[in-house]
């Protein structure tokens, strides 16, 4: 059974990837480590993942030695070093931070010089349902995607060559912005409000221009702060280059989708609820009557599919694995989307 | 100092209504009556808005005996009818309901028959800030306009004759679906989550298309739930029909709400804590640098400039009266606009 | 494999025993059934469920014809008559409801007549860690506890012989009211609150007081509700009748407790969120040096230990399949609890 | 008109208290310091204040060349030195911190050693209701009560003479924990939770004994964290020496706070709503039939009665002002206390 470390683990990304790995019928977890916690045991920091494993300080050489493969949760310009030790000892990797998700001019455009350069032409991005399912099964690293990218690259993929513009309004909830303790994410900043912010240039907005090169259409891109935990919605506004029904868009995403484990098509706007603590995104497509823009609304939880469980289905495919092993719920059928939630159809604010 | 009824005082607007009206230096709250709850007394519904009058059951003749003014938070369909009978015994009406804000045939393609469509021509949108302050001074009815229009058109209307669309995604609190128990409002259906809903078509589309009919530019406008109890953000993105720079940008709102006691322009996105429990409507504006498109975010308290002070708002200006009196935090002067929050200046999810 | 029926699955409870049930290894589910959602399937209701199950009409036959066993989450009354048909027709039964938690008199001062009394004798209190055990491996029908109840129970049941009194300061998550729209469980009357509610007397204190009887010491219960979907914490004061140091507090509930597999005993006081969607009861129980008073807090998911997954802890033990299977999260061996959360140590209103 | 500066006003209590004076029609704001943020104005920090004046370092003299009174809200320990600089200087002084609550034994035993002890005989406790309202007119130093001291206390007060012992099970919204971003602060790890803490001694306990020392019973004292931004609720359970029915209890109430402006007795429990952003402290007071345990549940805003606006009540005594101005809602005739909340009776986690 592949023995898999997670190198970053107090962090929430990388303790729920231990969480989930030390429940995978077929992996084991040897190792976590953290920068700042060493000497804790996991289930001091989260109770509620019930890992037992005390965190270690990270050496390369130590993991190496118990590891076939890491799971690596560091802040981007940390990750690099780390992951570039990890490869030169043979570990495949999934890299949680944005380190290897661009191309090097992307890269140093949006974050500055890169540490390990040389490793970026190696890396695939780690998006199973857009196209890289087969590079990820043949890749030594793979980098995980940006929760808003993921939510927002699922949304628009089926429609990159039918857009005209695309606008992404993003909200998420906190859990995102990680377990440091700031002024942004004290209660008291969060209950009760929501807002916008880094309206003038999200990094994320980096990976859906790369992702969507090809299509050359302008992305509008501004992630909200809510006061949720675990959660986030891409609202997708697009003008389509031409006129499209209601079923046309139905269609492109039954196309686009059908039989993917861990996208599911809803015939109503999603809930973040309705995906909590699953590796799925749930996607509404549709048209706006009076203006013909199409309308789609992708639901992730952030520290799942935005972030763990996202890479341990990337490790899966890497390590020969079933792609859903280990992960919990499965979407319907593409090809039977669920019905509307009746839960969702009254009338609100009017 | 002029007598005011609220009619329609046992939901969460008229409740307001009522209390705002209560505590007002130059109006006396003289009856507040209900369709279900007659024979409580305010405060046994709403302990913290302190209003120990009696409910009770609606009849015009006992309104007008005692009352000059009334303020009428009925459902929409049920509006007319009560207001009408107002108007015929002389009482100014500000009618917080959405039968007095569209003209019929937008009116009736919306809702369906009208049941007072010769009031219609009578009465004024009562928005002060895009342009009807005058109107409303002399009106006998106004309409109060919705929680979603009131965020969405100040936050377009000064860029009408420059857009060439406008997409309004708008997040709001629970309270904006008012006091009756639904499955939407059920506590477990709204914490931890967010959704859209109504995407085909919510009906104050009507009101932004009719109040900035003139521009002929297309909206689309998307509401979502959030699990908050008071505030709404409309998030609006538009296409220039020329380059726009942040600055002209900016200019153009200074110079469309100069002086304005109730919009409140802000160097960075606005919460809408920063306007909880206040009729202001705090806007800020920029320019994506990557795609040129305005982004405007204006937050408001939906029960309040949303719906009840906004009322007030406008029965001030009908009645001759300070048009702040009575409505506490008063914006900073739009010529000196309130800088940076510190508080959110720090990042979030990455 | 066992085949199970979950009878009354459009509610919280219910559904959650389907789902539940659906991952379940070693059973089967093969029917829902609901009083007044008949013809949904259960994920248009409840998407994140995802049973794909159409919900059905009761019919004691039907139900029969397919089950060995049966999961009742029925409102109390109206679970009786089921109950009885269910096990005329020879099927096991965990009843979620009050209906056969109580002995009659209890019973009859507290609900009013009983439906099915002499199925009373013949049920077993579904509490396995309290001395039920092999009462529930032999049962034909099993009473689920309260909600409330169980948390209480097991907090108080290692001091049964040492308390002169006790006190139960209570507080539920909203789910424990039910899926019912009231304005109980409005959003707005929720959100940003906290109350005490049927203070001078809930119906859980009779459970209380029959499970406890022996001891014969008076007991003090008090119910809140809290802004939180899921979860329960009971705080509870008990005056000893011997002085007892912290030291001995701790050993009484290593004794008690030494390999429960639900019942985890933590050196700091528990928060709901350790044990959200598990079916643990999550335990500290301490002396207060200034006084001697023994305090205990005990955490659980309401839902879950609080209802569901004890229906299902208890199924498995009539049906002899092992205790915890299909259940998820395992305590940590009583023998070495779980240390101090370092996330709960930081100082908090001061 | 009175002078008014308040010391350390970035923090969330003492940005509150500049709020209420700079809107209180008797007093005037002419300083905010700050010892972290000076430089900024307070309405970048605080925008929902629309306190326009800038922060500036604390200096003694400079503050006393301004304002004839201050309101000082730094944490225990800094403020006694800056409270005696200000008494040097001959300004009147209400402290919100715990420096001059205590006898000095007591202080030291809780707290350590006191820097400005010789002050410590000459402040009184500012909690007027509970018999300092003379002594607060005269002194020249009032020490605000701690926030749960303050619900305690009022809870309790009543009762003193009759109590055999007293239970304070009490719960706090997060604001309390200040406005320093931690680990308990962080919105992830109070959403969705609720935990007892500081169960072995919160240092509020000592000001509990020491105001009701006279009546030598034991109070245990437990402290909640909830999710929730502001509101506190104190459920207290006391033993009564004698038997007491719920009228003898209702009466004692009345009586003790008849024509309190700022005692609300109510005829069910109170929601920490009811109160929310006023100087009111809700109680209700009743007894449980089945074991004659009085309680008594004690609800207030934890940043208003429980810090700034008790310390503009004090102040308004200690300037000769009317007590209530510039408070806000006040609390219903005690003689007629609100009748039951409707939006409270209905059944709740059964």
Same mark, same amino acid.
């Given at each position: ?5 997670v190198? /970053? ?16 019928p ?18 001091q ?22 590891a ?21 000892r /043979?570990l ?13 001019v992307r890269?140093e455009?949006?974050?500055?010089? @890169?540490a390990? #350069? ?11 349902e ?14 995980g #995607? ?22 992404v309004?993003?909200k998420?909830?906190?859990?995102g ?5 700031? !002024?942004?994410?004290h209660?008291?900043s969060v ?5 916008a912010?880094k309206?003038e240039g ?13 299509? !050359?259409? #302008?992305?509008?891109?501004?992630? @909200? ?14 003008s ?6 209601a079923a ?11 039989g ?18 699953t590796?799925l995104?749930?996607? @509404? ?25 996202q ?8 390590? !020969?694995? #079933? ?7 499965i979407?319907?059928s ?17």
């Amino acid at each position: 059974m592949p023995r898999i470390a997670v190198v /970053g683990a107090a962090g929430f990304g990388g303790a729920l990837c231990a969480a989930i790995v030390e429940r995978h019928p077929s992996l084991e977890l040897v190792a976590v480590t953290a920068r700042s916690d060493a000497g804790l045991r996991l289930d001091q920091i989260y109770p509620r993942h019930r890992v037992r494993l005390e965190l270690e300080p990270f050496d390369a050489d130590r993991v190496a030695d118990r590891a076939d493969a890491a799971l690596v949760a560091y802040p981007h310009g940390a990750a690099a070093p780390v992951v570039a030790q990890l490869r030169e000892r /043979g570990l495949k990797v999934v890299d949680l931070s944005a380190d290897f998700r661009l191309e090097r001019v992307r890269y140093e455009a949006t974050y500055g010089p @890169h540490a390990a #350069p040389t490793l970026l032409g190696a890396s695939v991005y780690g998006l199973p349902e857009i196209g890289y399912r087969e590079a990820i099964r043949q890749a030594g690293l793979v980098a995980g #995607p940006g929760c808003y990218a993921t939510a927002a690259l699922l949304a628009l993929w089926p429609l990159r060559e039918l857009a005209a513009d695309a606008i992404v309004d993003a909200k998420s909830g906190v859990s995102g912005a990680g377990r440091e303790a700031t !002024g942004t994410t004290h209660f008291v900043s969060v209950a009760e409000n929501v807002n916008a912010y880094k309206v003038e240039g999200h990094r994320h907005r980096s990976e859906l221009e790369q992702e969507l090169a090809g299509a !050359g259409f #302008p992305i509008t891109f501004t992630p @909200h702060l809510l006061p949720i935990d675990q959660g986030l919605l891409a609202s997708c506004y697009v003008s389509p280059v031409r006129e499209l029904s209601a079923a046309d868009v139905r269609q492109l995403f039954l196309d686009a989708y059908a039989g993917e484990p861990f996208v599911e098509l809803a015939e109503a706007p999603p809930g973040v609820r309705d995906v909590r603590e699953t590796n799925l995104c749930r996607v @509404h497509a549709t048209v706006e009557p009076a203006t013909g823009r199409v309308l789609v609304f992708a639901a992730i939880d952030n520290l799942w599919k935005g972030a763990a469980s996202q890479a341990v289905q990337d490790l899966n495919l890497m390590l !020969g694995l #079933p792609e859903a092993e280990g992960l919990g719920a499965i979407a319907a059928s593409a090809a039977a989307p669920a019905p509307v939630s009746a839960a969702r159809t009254e009338e609100v604010p009017s």
